[in-house]
């Protein structure tokens, strides 16, 4: 059993700080650029990473820290430049980055993770970073959760935030995040960050496995797919501070799981919701499936669609595009057995039957959230994606996003 | 040898007539919405397909027909309803609409091949299509493919048709075309159909292998990718008129065999260019790929990106986005080692070396044909693709094309 704690953030976790200012990186905007999140206790880690064969060098080194480093206390990010495509001086530049923030914080630089995102492909301005670690550290707070989730925004149009208490056997723990989204409604490039904290005491590969498993079902099913930019990652940190252990096969593990998911679920809607120039967040359920990959990528193709996003953009029930995408998924789907609705509308029965109800579908339509569903009558397994409409703005805010 | 034929057609080969009327499909726009393309001799038929399991009943009779006519003399094609997703009817009324054209040319059933193209999961309006059949029969002429041209578009706005005369050992043979674009820039639902006559002489087989090669290097490689929409289609009629036989494994065969892929080519680009809400044509070399697979996942990869597509829209010199898109492809490259050029300008050198020169980005960003190379360091494989940008004005286009 768990529950949202209202205006919850990384910082609802015991022992957890944070802060978010401005330091200079983003500076024409004087938007806050720079976060930081803080342990008093060490932390166990688990983090998941992009499958970009192009990968930022904050990845690569944050990635590298976490293999090897038994606990972590911090994690350094910057919005507005990725330092990623920065070759070696970008290799040096993280490094400096990760050390100085180990040495403003008197902490070794391997219990220090850092992440960028932001423009690709210029260098980072180190010592505007330099300088903003120095002066974040002393503003560090239990409070500085919100703050830190507005510092690492790029495109985002609303802070991305919760938390939830947990009810366990031998008593509460919390899990707290914050996230920004890529902005970016499309499979690629899609900059995603999250960092989540938790005051379980959980082992590493314990850690590993829930975090893998919530991801695959929150982040790795929005149309802001998230394993396939340069900066992805999303990062679990877990400093035992609630004293209440997590074990394998326990009951405990499953709430536990259960509240992550949801926070992780939470997370992704936020992000595919608030895709550049969204106005719609449209859940895609793909039922009656042979196997769950049939059914994941049936729905993925769906949510990748431009004309599918376009038609929700227009308040189109453009139920043709929705079975063409079906239909070009690559799964073995028989068209003439499905059906599709809109909410509960149904709009679409076997054999091509058309049973919309224009006025009803055009208030569906008319909504800020849709779900559609799509029934494949071909077995038991299903799947749930999220993703935004395709709107104007999308091409306005990504045609001059460099400079 | 090849030439192309100033306002070229379909009908630019020797036997072939055409027309192209408004017959009321398109009833709001009174638009040209029917076109009959007919052989005064029989035609040895070849044929490419989608392979989107969602396939309109028109090409599902056309496919048949392929497969099971000696010879066939006529196409007839209608734009506006693309008779998709309407399940038996739709099945009866393609066979009706094959019918009532076999009855007024006066030819077998099996000799006429069908095409439709338009709005998706509506009924097809058969009596104005059977109508306007009795009404283009007379207006056949030798001079009618730009008319047929204009009578297959949908959200095309520029009429695309070639011919071009090929010198061959024993005389001259024409090969004819016309096509439509789907309009649509992305990989999914673009509806392309194209229609290529020649009076060469050629067996079913060898027809059957000039044109998938053919397909393969130009239909196959814009990202209107040709083989997911439900009606797409590339037809290729030989009449043998020219007396002229072509044999594989003859010097002929490859001279006939690089006329049509050039011709092919012509028509893909002009597909791509004029894309909805196109404002550039962008050609895509990948080089020194491992394989030609490598080469070609990374083009299509770059291809089908939205943000590479909007940055171009903006002229923003933005080569980290081609760089991301290439590392996300799929293929196993070291992005270390990758260089970028616009047209003949250096933009990245191996390393992440960023050489760009503003000024001169900004003016080749600025024309409306640009070529990218990307050189992959891995190998002496390439491929060629061809894209569009990503306007506001796809967005506007897509959003309501239904309604």
Redesign the interface.
């Known amino acids: 059993m768990y529950q949202y704690i209202k205006n919850g953030s990384v910082t609802s976790t015991k022992g957890f700080k944070a802060a978010g200012i401005h330091c200079g990186v983003k500076d024409k905007s004087k938007k806050s650029d720079l976060a930081l999140i803080y342990s008093s206790e060490p932390c166990i880690v688990a983090g998941t990473y992009t499958?970009?064969?192009?990968?930022a060098a904050p990845l690569l080194l944050s990635k590298a820290t976490v293999a090897k480093s038994k606990f972590v206390k911090a994690v350094v990010v910057n919005s507005g430049n990725a330092n990623?495509?920065?070759?070696?001086q970008?290799d040096l530049d993280a490094l400096a980055m990760q050390k100085k923030c180990a040495d403003s914080l008197n902490i070794t630089q391997n219990e220090v993770l850092i992440a960028s995102t932001g423009?690709?492909?210029q260098k980072l301005p180190l010592d505007k970073i330099k300088n903003g670690i120095d002066k974040i550290v002393p503003l560090l707070s239990a409070k500085g959760g919100i703050d830190a989730a507005t510092a690492i925004m790029t495109t985002d149009t609303k802070i991305k935030s919760y938390a939830v208490k947990v009810k366990l056997s031998s008593g509460t723990v919390t899990i707290g995040s914050i996230c920004k989204g890529s902005g970016?409604i499309?499979p690629?490039?899609a900059t995603m960050l999250a960092f989540i904290s938790t005051d379980a005491k959980i082992t590493k590969p314990v850690l590993h496995e829930l975090l893998l498993d919530s991801v695959k079902n929150s982040f790795n099913k929005i149309s802001v797919d998230g394993d396939?930019?340069?900066n992805d990652m999303v990062l679990l940190l877990a400093n035992g501070l609630s004293g209440i252990a997590i074990n394998k096969k326990s009951a405990d593990y499953n709430s536990f799981k259960e509240a992550l998911g949801s926070i992780c679920i939470s997370m992704a809607k936020a992000i595919a919701s608030d895709g550049e120039g969204a106005t719609k967040l449209i859940t895609i359920n793909v039922k009656s499936a042979k196997t769950e990959k049939e059914a994941d990528v049936v729905a993925k193709?769906i949510a990748n669609?431009?004309?599918v996003k376009?038609?929700f953009?227009?308040e189109?029930?453009?139920?043709?595009?929705i079975?063409?995408?079906?239909?070009?998924s690559g799964?073995?789907?028989?068209?003439?057995k499905i059906s599709i609705s809109f909410d509960k509308l149904p709009v679409l029965l076997p054999?091509?039957?058309?049973v919309i109800n224009e006025v009803k579908a055009a208030k569906i339509l008319a909504k800020s959230e849709i779900t559609i569903t799509v029934d494949l009558a071909n077995g038991k397994k299903e799947a749930t994606w999220w993703m935004c409409d395709?709107?104007?703005d999308?091409?306005?805010i990504?045609?001059?996003?460099?400079?």
């Open positions: 499958l970009n064969k192009v990968k990623a495509c920065t070759g070696k970008g423009v690709i492909g970016m499309m690629n490039m396939t930019s340069t193709s669609s431009p004309l376009t038609a953009y227009g189109d029930a453009n139920w043709g595009r079975l063409s995408a079906t239909g070009q799964a073995n789907v028989n068209p003439a054999d091509y039957k058309l395709l709107s104007e999308y091409v306005k990504n045609a001059n996003y460099r400079t």
